[in-house]
């Protein structure tokens, strides 16, 4: 998989699929919390796109939440395109982003019905913090923080 940082506007196919797919997920009308293209901007923001074969299949963004705080926003990875590490590749350089930007956190925000995205945060040094943020309130929200 390749990855290039585009500004959100270019990959919204991506982020209203992952977003359709947490209605569908969560039986709700609202999808994805709400996302704003600035969030994304350089030089601390970044929204990053992977492809394959040509084709764009998964996004994922970091957003500066908080001095010193990064969150990880609408990770996704289209279906067809699971199980091949695409997701870890993503996180992984999402995380990357977020060292090179100085900062000290990573959060981000999931939901009991998303083990694998769980298991991916997990084994990856993420571990549970106190729900924050759109979901904070919502009893299926897991947060989690990675401490760079």
Not at 35 to 49: H, K, N, T
Not at 52 to 62: K, P, V
Not at 72 to 97: I, Q
């Amino acid at each position: 998989m390749q990855l290039r940082a585009v500004p959100f506007e270019d990959a919204w196919h991506l982020a209203d699929a992952m977003s359709e797919e947490m209605k569908a997920l969560y039986e709700d009308d609202e999808g994805a919390s709400p996302a704003d293209p600035s969030d994304f901007l350089p030089p601390l923001g970044i929204f990053l796109v992977g492809s394959a074969g040509g084709t764009d299949m998964a996004c994922g963004g970091l957003k500066p939440l908080a001095d010193g705080i990064g969150e990880v926003k609408r990770m996704y990875v289209d279906p067809a395109h699971r199980g091949r590490g695409h997701s870890r590749t993503l996180l992984k350089a999402l995380v990357a982003h977020a060292r090179q930007m100085g900062m000290r956190e990573v959060w981000l925000e999931t939901g009991t019905r998303q083990g694998p995205a769980v298991a991916l945060y997990a084994s990856e040094g993420f571990t549970p913090i106190p729900a924050y943020g759109y979901w904070k309130d919502h009893p299926e929200t897991l947060c989690f923080a990675l401490v760079l």
